[in-house]
């Protein structure tokens, strides 16, 4: 089986950085991908690492670490539109992805 | 293009009546999925298939039943509605190539509530 932990809540300033750190257990392993999803509305895709390092998009980058089977989102320059609850989630052999629990953010003003 | 599309958006049914949920994509992708949410977890896959005519259990297929006939189509089906399957249910979509950078796009979720 999969499995994937993930804190349930984080909270920052506008303006500053946030790191959400996300660790798996998996039989087989692809990669781990990234989904932001705002109250009422449907996940969309953030980003997604295959191989280890950092990659980065905008002011969201993420990390993976397939030795130590963890990787983080790291949200730079926070905008109230950041809050929202962010998934890391890994995928199976037919793309088919397991979640975690995911990370309510709140920025504050 | 309207991406994936999902009916109906809301929808109250008694406990033993039945349903079906409709999910269409015109990005003609071969993967789809459903999923469902429930407060404070994340979404879990009920089924899935990889292309027309094909479909698989996920992890909570339970009480759930789908179908593949057209490639731009997935419906989920409820026989016999129990008040555990009160979610939101999502689809989602996939063209299964990018060499593994896979992207999914999800529908606008379907809120169903089971009395």
């Known amino acids: 089986g999969q499995s994937l932990e993930q804190p349930s809540e984080v909270t920052a300033v506008e303006g500053a950085i946030v790191q959400i750190n996300c660790t798996y257990q998996t039989s087989g392993f692809y990669g781990l991908s990234w989904y932001q999803q705002h109250d009422g509305g449907a996940p969309t895709f953030l980003s997604y690492?295959?191989?280890?390092g950092l990659e980065e998009t905008g002011r969201f980058s993420s990390f993976l670490s397939r030795s130590d089977s963890y990787g983080y989102l790291l949200l730079q320059e926070l905008q109230m539109k950041d809050s929202a609850s962010y998934f890391c989630a890994v995928p199976g052999s037919a793309r088919q992805l397991t979640f975690g629990s995911g990370t309510q953010l709140t920025v504050l003003p | 293009n309207a991406g994936v599309t999902q009916t109906p958006k809301f929808r109250v049914l008694k406990t033993g009546q039945s349903m079906t949920l409709l999910c269409a994509q015109d990005?003609?992708?071969?993967?789809m999925y459903w999923y469902r949410q429930d407060p404070g977890m994340g979404l879990r896959l009920i089924h899935y298939s990889v292309g027309e005519g094909t479909t698989a259990k996920g992890e909570v297929p339970d009480g759930y039943n789908v179908s593949r006939l057209k490639k731009q189509n997935f419906l989920l089906g409820l026989e016999s509605a129990a008040p555990s399957q009160t979610s939101v249910y999502f689809c989602?979509?996939?063209?299964?190539?990018?060499?593994?950078?896979?992207?999914?796009?999800f529908g606008p979720g379907t809120r169903l509530l089971v009395l």
């Open positions: 990005m003609n992708h071969e993967y």
């Open positions: 690492n295959a191989l280890d």
């Open positions: 989602a979509s996939s063209d299964g190539t990018s060499g593994g950078r896979e992207t999914q796009y």
